[in-house]
């Protein structure tokens, strides 16, 4: 069976190539890329990211990808938004009010209420609200209280309708963790951080992309 061939998404910052490893790890023909040809062939889409959300939405703009995310996300191929990646697809953000998001997922980004150490840099437990195929598995659904994965961030999505959560965690509140909107699953945390755990929730989401 042929690989199929995720396009990961390089606007140039962060450490981008951490997620087209791991996606090759388990066993998608991933390539980092901001070639608009490449992406459009890609069975599947990846915007992952690091740092801030006003900074990654000008890089990304820069290099010209804005309408290569949205014309990915019409197209109906399973796309995948990790930590700022996952951020940038809401409209807004409180870390840069003057910047705008890509709007893909109607909400805002929000800071962690005070009263805890921001950013939240730590593994934490990870509460499943609602099922979803790429939280699914003995990895991820059958772990006993919730299963563990890596974070380190400032701020959460809180998308205008709640049923686009499926996963939360507790950090000083309950926060968003995981969303998904059609095809679209975005997660706060770092799978490619997350041990196999992470892994398994990427190769979920690489055994759902059909050639």
């Not at 990846?46 to 309408?67: I, K, Q, T, W, Y």
């Amino acid at each position: 069976m042929t690989a199929p061939l995720i396009a990961v998404l390089d606007y140039g910052i962060g450490n981008l190539r951490s997620a087209e490893k791991a996606l090759q790890k388990v066993g998608a023909d991933a390539r980092l890329t901001r070639d608009p040809a490449l992406v459009s062939d890609a069975d599947a889409v990846v915007l992952p990211g690091v740092g801030a959300f006003g900074a990654c939405m000008d890089a990304l703009r820069g290099a010209g990808l804005e309408s290569v995310v949205h014309d990915a996300v019409d197209s109906g191929r399973p796309f995948l938004g990790i930590c700022v990646g996952m951020q940038m697809l809401f409209d807004d953000s409180d870390e840069n009010p003057d910047a705008r998001g890509l709007g893909v997922i109607p909400g805002s980004v929000r800071w962690i209420p005070v009263g805890v150490k921001r950013p939240q840099m730590q593994w934490n437990k990870l509460r499943i609200v609602r099922p979803d195929p790429v939280l699914s598995g003995p990895e991820l659904d059958g772990v006993v209280g919730g299963p563990w994965v890596y974070f380190v961030h400032s701020l959460h999505g809180v998308p205008r309708d709640g049923d686009d959560v499926v996963a939360t965690c507790e950090y000083g509140a309950d926060l968003n963790a995981v969303f998904r909107r059609g095809n679209v699953v975005a997660t706060q945390f770092h799978p490619e951080k997350s041990g196999s755990v992470g892994l398994a929730l990427l190769r979920n989401f690489v055994s759902g992309v059909t050639r």
